[in-house]
């Protein structure tokens, strides 16, 4: 299971960072990922995580802004936020997949409930 929180109301160009907490033990053995859907839109690929830590990789969007990572032993994936922007409003989804490096959503098969980022201008 898999429960994300940290979302919230910000300006343009400031700061965010969710986190998404995964109970079970098997966690570290999994890549995760951070998803967003905007009103109107397909939910896209924001940012993945290898099960160990050592790769992340991001969509060009958020490339530089933000920054995935992970605590093992908290059974924790974050997605620091930084220079966010009106754009990056959206809803945001943690996942879990045995796959490795993987953006598509049909490759993840665990998600948690998603949390609200809404950037004012």
């Known amino acids: 299971q898999l429960q994300a929180s940290g979302g919230g109301l910000v300006q343009a160009g400031g700061s965010l960072r969710l986190s998404c907490a995964a109970s079970g033990r098997t966690f570290s053995s999994y890549d995760m990922g951070w998803f967003r859907q905007a009103p109107g839109k397909e939910r896209e690929f924001v940012a993945g995580?290898?099960?160990?830590?050592?790769?992340?990789y991001y969509a060009d969007s958020v490339k530089g802004r933000f920054t995935i990572t992970r605590d093992n032993a908290k059974n924790t994936v974050y997605l620091q936020m930084n220079s966010l922007k009106p754009d990056d409003t959206a809803v945001y989804f943690c996942?879990?997949?045995?796959?490795?490096?993987?953006?598509?959503?049909?490759?993840?098969?665990?998600w948690g409930q998603g949390t609200q980022v809404t950037v004012s201008s």
């Open positions: 995580i290898s099960w160990d830590g050592t790769t992340t």
């Open positions: 996942a879990a997949t045995q796959a490795r490096r993987v953006v598509s959503r049909g490759a993840y098969p665990y």
